[in-house]
């Protein structure tokens, strides 16, 4: 589990950056992306089910710096949550499509990423 948290779902939220515009382009709209995970991360700790992973939001869902592989894990499954808001899929829509997938595959992607931790 660490291993996959501190190296494949590191490079994940790096390409998720790189979905949204590569290097420095469109910050707006990547800090628009960790605002609302910020925003989902806060309320998920208010949620009864205690197995649900820790998460981080110490510099932002895609800096992915001073954070551990758990962490990670936590925040793959906001992510996902993220995906299923209007908010989510309007940042991540355009990209999405310009590497020609679907937000349905985009999604069951990182389903099966986390099945391996329940």
Sequence with gaps: M???GTGIFKYIF???SNIIGLGK?????KEELD???QLLSSQSIRQSDKA????SMCNGIIDGTKMCG?????NLA???GLT???????LLKAGIKLNKTTMVKFRHCMKLMLSIFQ
């Design 78 to 80: 906001i992510l996902l």
């Design 70 to 74: 758990k962490e990670r894990v936590g």
């Design 2 to 4: 660490h291993v996959a």
């Design 52 to 55: 649900f992973p820790r998460t």
């Design 35 to 37: 605002n609302l995970h």
């Design 84 to 90: 299923y808001t209007k908010e989510g899929k309007k």
């Design 14 to 16: 790096t390409c998720l």
């Design 25 to 29: 382009t469109k910050e707006r709209e």
